[in-house]
């Protein structure tokens, strides 16, 4: 919400004039962003340790945990900025932006169960009956 805030009230335009270097500007903002999203993960990590999830007990799995997050931090934030562009109301902004990565996640989601159940034996049976 905040990077749509800054466009509605020309905020960032107010820190250009004032001398600020665009690259700079984006940087601590790109930081920022990266910080409060490892702060998240670093709580979720301890709910999962704390919970014992199966398939996240060992070090190597809270590894790739890990690495599957920034990946997903280094996409979607530079997406979150270039569709920040488009809104002028942040509440708006944020809705449509929450509820498209949020379809996005389901559908992926959706794909990837639909992909690993395609071997299974429950997945040619139907109504009850196998199919031959």
Same mark, same amino acid.
């Given at each position: 919400?905040?990077?749509?805030?800054?466009?509605?009230?020309?905020?960032?335009?107010?820190?250009?004039?004032?001398?600020?270097?665009?690259?700079?500007? #984006?940087?601590?903002?790109?930081?920022?962003?990266?910080?409060?999203?490892?702060?998240?993960?670093?709580?979720?990590?301890?709910?999962?340790?704390?919970?014992?999830?199966?398939?996240?007990?060992?070090?190597?799995?809270?590894?790739?945990? #890990?690495?599957?997050?920034?990946?997903?931090? #280094?996409?979607?934030?530079?997406?979150?900025?270039?569709?920040?562009?488009?809104?002028?109301?942040?509440?708006?902004?944020?809705?449509?932006?929450?509820?498209?990565?949020?379809?996005?996640?389901?559908?992926?989601?959706?794909?990837?169960?639909?992909?690993?159940?395609?071997?299974?034996?429950?997945?040619?049976?139907?109504?009850?009956?196998?199919?031959?």
């Amino acid at each position: 919400m905040f990077p749509i805030r800054e466009n509605a009230s020309n905020a960032r335009h107010m820190q250009f004039v004032a001398g600020a270097k665009e690259l700079v500007v #984006w940087l601590t903002t790109l930081l920022f962003d990266l910080l409060i999203f490892v702060l998240i993960c670093v709580i979720t990590t301890i709910a999962i340790l704390c919970l014992q999830v199966d398939g996240c007990k060992t070090a190597a799995d809270i590894g790739r945990m #890990w690495v599957i997050l920034l990946y997903y931090a #280094w996409a979607f934030l530079p997406l979150v900025y270039v569709v920040a562009l488009i809104f002028k109301v942040p509440a708006t902004g944020y809705l449509v932006i929450f509820i498209t990565f949020f379809v996005i996640g389901m559908l992926y989601r959706g794909s990837f169960q639909a992909v690993h159940n395609v071997g299974t034996p429950e997945c040619f049976q139907i109504s009850g009956s196998e199919v031959h």
